[in-house]
């Protein structure tokens, strides 16, 4: 895009790129959120942050800057190297998570649910899209797989899938709710972050 960053380790960034990134983290927060109102599932990552929450008795926002915070310590010997947008990553997702949990429906029968916790991966990968239009450096969890894949030499489906396996198992062992939603994201979000990319283009 004609306002995206030239490099993703860009500390002073044109306005309107700072504030299309800003937009986009706001909005992956809001849509983390709309999924885990719903009760229908929630992202793999948000399994674990619930499970982790749920036993030390933090806020699923707070335990998710935790987790993006002790994901990037693992950039360290994997050799990269964060962003401005990694770090806002971290930090605008659970604030908003927690801002917004308080304020959206949660509605308790299962059509309802599931039709939130699509639309919640609808916003997620739209979000995605205009975030990763400023090209600002990547989210946490995105350079974990990067890194990995870039040590390892698997193909990067095989560490995304693997990694998430992971942490859903982890996250549900622990307590957190794995759902539709949770399928919904696994296989709805790709699309979604496609649309968001060609909706960005288009109009922004």
């Known amino acids: 895009m004609p306002w995206s960053s030239p490099t993703p380790y860009n500390l002073k ?3 309107k790129t700072f504030l299309y990134l800003i937009l986009g983290l706001t909005l992956f927060g809001l849509g983390e959120a ?3 109102a719903s009760g229908g599932g929630v992202s793999p ?20 800057m935790i987790i993006s915070l002790s994901v990037l310590i693992l950039w360290i010997p994997l050799k990269r190297k964060p962003g401005m947008a990694t770090i806002l990553n971290a930090l605008i997702i659970a604030f908003m998570i ?15 649910q599931l039709l939130q916790a699509a639309f919640g991966v609808l916003v997620v990968g739209l979000a995605s ?10 989210g946490p969890r995105d350079g974990l797989m990067t890194g990995l894949q ?3 030499g698997f193909p990067i489906a ?5 990694i998430e396996v992971t942490v859903v198992s ?16 696994a296989f709805g979000v790709g699309p979604c972050v496609a649309i968001g990319i060609l909706l960005v283009k288009k109009f922004l």
């Open 13 to 15: 960034p044109k306005l």
């Open 158 to 162: 095989w560490i995304r899938i693997a």
């Open 170 to 185: 982890i996250g549900w062992y622990l307590g957190g709710v794995v759902g539709v939603g949770t399928v919904l994201f």
């Open 45 to 64: 990552w948000t399994v674990l942050a619930q499970g982790i929450a749920g036993r030390v008795n933090w806020s699923i926002g707070f335990t998710t």
């Open 129 to 138: 899209g205009i975030y990763l239009a400023a090209n600002l450096g990547a």
């Open 98 to 112: 927690d801002f917004s949990l308080p304020l959206l429906p949660a509605p308790q029968n299962i059509p309802l």
């Open 34 to 36: 709309i999924m885990i």
């Open 150 to 152: 870039a040590v390892t």
